[in-house]
T-cell receptor, first 114, second 121 residues
Framework: ELKVEQNPLFLSMQEGKNYTIYCNYSTTSDRLYWYRQDPGKSLESLFVLLSNGAVKQEGRLMASLDTKARLSTLHITAAVHDLSATYFCAVVKGALGGAQKLVFGQGTRLTINP | GAVVSQHPSWVICKSGTSVKIECRSLDFQATTMFWYRQFPKQSLMLMATSNEGSKATYEQGVEKDKFLINHASLTLSTLTVTSAHPEDSSFYIC?????????????????FGDGTRLSIL
């Protein structure tokens, strides 16, 4: 059974600081997604990581994937208040073109204080 | 970009009422849609996979007779919560997979609706 675990679950940090959120998964997968969720809202897609060593960056967020370690990281650089949200990683279970589903991590609630 | 419309966004109703939630893919065809439930401060849990023209595939522990799914066209899936009770109160989110575009791009992304907040009194 595929399990996805995020760490930490809660994170409070000051503006301007750097931090990393970790996402571990238990079985092989060919795709990993990162999403952002604001309170009361649905999911906003941030990144899709398709291969070992993949790195993607958008603004102050950078995501990477190590398929051998079954680990993805979401790194926040020089955090700003607008990045406060809950961040989810999700791993695809199933093969491309076949029956697939997303398995989500527990989420990391990030609060950035001025 | 791909858009998924979910309606209604908020429902408050009495216990025992049945509630229907619609999920539409607006600019692409979706043979597969997904229904998730999210309780406060928790993650998304997949309830079922909705397949156009065939029966939905339910996750373990999800009552088929309580959560009726119909996917009659390539752009519409509906979730009906039958005889809803307070414990069914939750945030329900649908997603649709852009299968054709995804196969070309190699990632088959899911596009999420805005969610429906269901409150049963």
């Amino acid at each position: 059974e595929l399990k996805v675990e995020q760490n930490p679950l809660f994170l409070s940090m000051q503006e301007g600081k750097n931090y990393t959120i970790y996402c571990n998964y238990s079985t092989t997968s060919d795709r990993l997604y990162w999403y952002r969720q604001d309170p009361g809202k649905s999911l906003e897609s941030l990144f899709v990581l398709l291969s070992n060593g993949a790195v993607k960056q958008e603004g102050r967020l950078m995501a990477s994937l190590d398929t051998k370690a079954r680990l993805s990281t979401l790194h926040i650089t020089a955090a700003v208040h607008d990045l406060s949200a809950t961040y989810f990683c999700a791993v695809v279970k199933g093969a491309l073109g076949g029956a697939q589903k997303l398995v989500f991590g527990q989420g990391t609630r990030l609060t950035i204080n001025p | 970009g791909a858009v998924v419309s979910q309606h209604p966004s908020w429902v408050i109703c009495k216990s025992g009422t049945s509630v229907k939630i619609e999920c539409r893919s607006l600019d692409f065809q979706a043979t597969t849609m997904f229904w998730y439930r999210q309780f406060p401060k928790q993650s998304l849990m997949l309830m079922a996979t909705s397949n156009e023209g065939s029966k939905a595939t339910y996750e373990q522990g999800v009552e088929k007779d309580k959560f009726l799914i119909n996917h009659a066209s390539l752009t519409l899936s509906t979730l009906t919560v039958t005889s809803a009770h307070p414990e069914d109160s939750s945030f329900y989110i649908c997603s649709a997979r852009d299968q054709d575009r995804g196969l070309i791009m190699g990632n088959q992304p899911q596009h999420f609706g805005d969610g429906t907040r269901l409150s049963i009194l």
